[in-house]
């Protein structure tokens, strides 16, 4: 167990729509960092955030956005949704946000289908 | 210049053998090279990771050779088990503390 907690699990919704993403991350880190994977995409790094404030930003599509919040966790939006944003989303967390930055401690993931 | 590129894609091992895979990058202001391991069903975990001042680290049956020189890095695994079958990422870290990872390898280790 990592101590990232990711909710939901699963997710199956239809496109057009709008799914919120929570994630929690073990007590104390202050940086989260969300990735997509798909198969043929690896682990895709989407937006980072360091105690509240966005530190980098990867290929987020301008359809999803995350903030994090002053207890620390994080939400992913994703709206208007595709069939081709099926994929699992993984938050991770780490202590610190810069160059000393050491590991990042994954949750076990959301798996959103669109159908 | 973000990229980082990992082969093979898949790979099949007896047990006992050895299992490598390799990666490139592109960036010179990468600092830091973790491996992550992730099973089915869960999230990648920090399998060893090098600094870029460091030429190979082992750790177990686990080994990581760095080429500075070439922007390279490999790992090894000696005496592959059936219980190392697993996806494998290579990543590079930027100066926020973000992950730029390979494309994964697919391990499959026959008993």
């Known amino acids: 167990d990592s101590g990232v907690t990711q909710t939901p699990k699963h997710l199956i919704t239809a496109t057009g729509q709008r799914v919120t993403l929570r994630c929690s991350p073990r007590?104390?880190?202050?940086?989260v960092y969300w990735y997509q994977q798909s198969l043929d995409q690896g682990l895709q790094f989407l937006i980072q955030?360091?105690?509240?404030?966005?530190?980098a930003k990867g290929n987020i599509l301008e359809r999803f956005s995350a903030q994090q919040f002053p207890d620390l966790h994080s939400e992913l939006n994703l709206s208007s949704l595709e069939l081709g944003d099926s994929a699992l989303y993984f938050c991770?967390?780490?202590?610190?946000?810069?160059?000393?930055?050491?590991?990042?401690?994954f949750g076990e993931g959301s798996r959103l289908t669109v159908l | 210049q973000q990229q980082v590129k990992q082969s093979p894609q898949s790979l099949i091992v007896q047990k006992g053998g050895i299992s490598i895979i390799n990666c490139a990058y592109e960036n010179t202001a990468f600092d830091y090279f973790p491996w992550y391991q992730q099973f089915p069903g869960k999230g990648p975990a920090l399998l060893i990771a090098?600094?870029?001042?460091?030429s190979e680290k082992k750790e177990g049956r686990f080994t990581i050779s760095f080429n500075k020189s070439a922007k390279q890095f490999s790992l090894h695994i000696m005496d592959s088990q059936p219980g190392d079958s697993a996806t494998y990422f290579c990543?590079?870290?930027?100066?926020?503390?973000?992950?730029?990872f390979g494309q994964g390898t697919t391990l499959q280790v026959k008993p």
């Open positions: 007590s104390g880190d202050l940086s």
């Open positions: 090098i600094r870029p001042d460091v």
């Open positions: 990543a590079a870290r930027g100066n926020t503390g973000k992950l730029i």
């Open positions: 955030y360091y105690n509240g404030e966005e530190r």
């Open positions: 991770a967390s780490s202590p610190t946000g810069g160059t000393n930055t050491g590991e990042l401690f």
